[in-house]
T-cell receptor
């Protein structure tokens, strides 16, 4: 069966510091991968998606970037965090009809 | 991406059926109707999807209007564990399918014991 991992589960970072969140998927090959963010009390916003290694599409302009160095690895990064980057970050992988979400990382930027 | 409109919140009593509406008047012929739900502090989980015909699975039923401009997610017997935000999403299928899901604000369902 397929599983999706995200780490860390929680993170507190100062403004201006770098960020790296990692997501890995097991049990499937060549999945579509997605990064979402949910700010406090808000809906989910799609940030990036990838249909293959090295292929990244950005949905909204922002302070973040994404990379897919391996088939089942998706990384979300920032060089300098802003207060507005706080939120719940979710990675997901997709089959034809369904997306499966990871446990999420709760990021607080102080 | 076509948009959907849902009520911000709904309440239900435990053990009673719940009908969650969704309007999607600009739906196109290649849009499937997907429903996801998000429990507190968790990622969303898939509930059900359909194109034209009504659909049933172990979690819920999906009733789709004949003109496809609206749909209703039906929970047959609400439990306290069904309290969540329910999202109705239109997803286009085609040769350039990326599988993207564009989430709206959803409906927050409260279930009273």
């Amino acid at each position: 069966s397929q599983t999706i991992h995200q780490w860390p589960a929680t993170l507190v970072q100062p403004v201006g510091s770098p960020l790296s969140l990692e997501c890995t998927v097991e049990g499937t090959s060549n999945p579509n991968l997605y990064w979402y963010r949910q700010a406090a009390g808000r809906g989910l916003q799609l940030l990036f998606y990838s249909v293959g290694i090295g292929q990244i599409s950005s949905e909204v302009p922002q302070n973040l970037s994404a990379s897919r160095p391996q088939d089942r690895q998706f990384i979300l990064s920032s060089k300098k965090l802003l207060l507005s980057d706080s939120g719940f970050y979710l990675c997901a992988w997709g089959e034809y009809n369904e997306q499966f979400f990871g446990p999420g990382t709760r990021l607080t930027v102080l | 991406d076509a948009k959907t409109t849902q009520p911000n919140s709904m309440e239900s009593n435990e053990e009673e059926p719940v009908h969650l509406p969704c309007n999607h008047s600009t739906i196109s012929g290649t849009d499937y109707i997907h429903w996801y739900r998000q429990l507190p502090s968790q990622g969303p989980e898939y509930v059900i999807h359909g194109l034209t015909s009504n659909v049933n699975n172990r979690m819920a039923s999906l009733a789709i209007a004949e003109d496809r401009k609206s749909s209703t997610l039906i929970l047959h017997r609400a439990t306290l564990r069904d309290a969540a935000v329910y999202y109705c999403i239109l997803r286009e299928y085609g040769s350039s399918n990326t599988g993207k899901l564009i989430f709206g604000q959803g409906t927050t369902l409260q279930v009273k014991p």
